[in-house]
């Protein structure tokens, strides 16, 4: 019996309207790197919203770390990056991050702990609207990291960045999830050839999951000789 | 609510206004600019100023804080940092109580000045005790924070969230008491500038430039102030919600 960090169990959003989420289930494993991957527009960033507890939901259940998704015992145990990097873009770097830190209730020298690991040592006292787009994205993600979180959930945490910086936030990912006491992570992106630096994978498309299984699993049982190639040929299958 | 994250919350909202000195000029310096130019244009009727004068020692926080809080707080909303923060153990009370502390301090100050300024330079007479017109100054930001703060909710852009102070706050001004006694009044006027808090905010100023002591009138009129202050933040606490659509 595996141990789920996120358990989604019939899972339904309306958002105005419209039925973003049918009926959506999907584990996540602790302690593994999962990668949320599917074209833009989805239903990604709603999944995640719900795991955090910020989206409405219709019906079905959330829960992560055995508890409905959205509880107060989660606050400081959940990590969450959205999209649009939610910092003041008024303050410094180190301004933002002390503040949040202080709502975390994180040690002191923690700013300067995630400050390092996203690679923004040298910029933390430029304020965050003089920062290029992928410097702010990183600001936003280094909040997510405050603390102690046992969950992070990143929404494109690494979107319009420099490879080299990628691979980097990637093995920053990896240790986090490997560490003595790991983390577990939900990644989106809707770059499939970040596929296979995940350690698990739920593809999506159309607000339903196409699969979930290990990148391995994945190509072994569609026979394709990548992700996209596995994606393409689990839709044809399902259509 | 934690001391801590309210400390921390009244400290970041004083880092963004310090990171704006445009801002704070505007604060501080316009409602004394204003004050000046109402001098002046009642040069010849030194009597009007001396009857409206201590009434816009209330209003004049009252609108400011009112303005900065509400564009204050859609940005909080819009640009996901309000989101961020729901998702972390910040209760409502320590945002609010943050934002209150620190625009209060600004109140404060901007109370200090324009009360100097009238008073002191300009000679505007009050009876009573200079403290009182500060409490009520101070109380007048707290509930146009408190009003701004829930009329955030209702604008999308901050286009529309300024276009709240004449929905807002116009109507209140006309009805207060500033432009004409609110016993004059036509009847129907006059019920509904009984349930308009700033219409206390100018009784309240009114009271202290007339009478010597603590009037039982001031205390309750503090009191409506404080409490319509009170019931402003409760319902600008129930438009920030943990899970939006």
């Known amino acids: 019996m595996m141990n789920f960090a996120v358990d989604i169990r019939g899972l339904r959003v309306v958002r105005g309207g419209q039925t973003v989420l049918p009926d959506l289930s999907a584990q996540v494993p602790s302690g593994s790197v999962t990668g949320l991957l599917g074209p833009s527009g989805c239903g990604k960033t709603t999944l995640l919203r719900a795991v955090v507890g910020v989206q409405k939901i219709a019906g079905g259940e959330v829960r992560v770390l055995g508890m409905a998704a959205g509880s107060a015992v989660l606050r400081d145990r959940i990590g969450y990056m959205t999209q649009a990097p939610s910092v003041y873009s008024d303050l410094s770097v180190m301004e933002n991050l002390r503040y949040f830190a202080a709502v975390l209730g994180a040690p002191r020298a923690d700013p300067e702990r995630v400050v390092d690991a996203v690679g923004l040592v040298g910029k933390e006292d430029a304020r965050v609207d003089r ?91 569609t026979g394709a000789d990548d992700i996209e190639g596995a994606f393409l040929a689990l839709v044809g299958a399902s259509a | 609510m934690s001391l801590r994250r309210t400390a921390a919350t009244a400290r970041r909202v004083l880092e963004q206004l310090r990171r704006d000195p445009r801002t704070i000029a505007l604060m501080l310096v316009v409602p004394c600019l204003l004050i000046c130019l109402l001098k002046w244009v009642f040069d010849a009727s030194p009597h009007v100023f001396q009857s409206i004068g201590a009434a816009l020692l209330g209003i004049f926080p009252f609108i400011v804080m009112f303005l900065v ?44 000045l324009a009360s100097a300024l009238t008073i002191g330079l300009l000679g505007l007479k009050v009876s009573g005790p200079v403290w009182a017109v500060f409490l009520v100054a101070v109380l007048d930001a707290l509930l146009g924070m408190a009003l701004g703060l829930f009329s955030s909710a209702f604008a999308r852009t901050e286009f529309q969230a300024v276009q709240f102070l004449p929905a807002f706050v116009l109507p209140q001004l006309l009805l207060c008491g500033l432009f004409t006694s609110r016993d004059q009044m036509q009847t129907v006027l006059r019920w509904i500038s009984d349930v308009m808090p700033l219409s206390y905010a100018v009784d309240a ?14 205390i309750a009129d503090m009191a409506i102030i404080a409490g319509a202050g009170v019931l402003a933040l409760a319902l600008g606490a129930a438009t920030l919600r943990r899970r939006t659509d």
């Open chain 1, 131 to 221: 920062l290029s787009g992928g410097q702010r994205a990183r600001v936003s993600l280094a909040a997510a990291l405050l603390g102690a979180p046992r969950v992070l959930v990143l929404d494109e945490p690494t979107v319009g960045l420099d490879p080299v910086l990628r691979a980097e936030l990637w093995e920053l990912f990896h240790r986090l999830a490997r560490a003595e006491d790991p983390v577990t992570l939900l990644v989106s992106s809707h770059v499939m050839d970040e596929a296979s630096r995940c350690t698990r994978l739920l593809l999506m498309r159309e607000g339903r999951v196409l699969a979930s299984d290990t990148p391995r699993a994945l190509l072994e049982q």
């Open chain 2, 69 to 112: 809080t509400s564009v204050g707080m859609l940005r909080e909303r819009t640009t996901g940092t309000l989101e961020r923060l729901l998702t972390m153990p910040l209760g409502k009370g320590d945002l609010l109580a943050g934002y209150a502390v620190a625009f209060g301090t600004v109140a404060l100050v901007q109370a200090a």
């Open chain 2, 205 to 218: 100023m009114d009271e202290i430039s007339s009478s010597t002591s603590v009037t039982g009138g001031l």
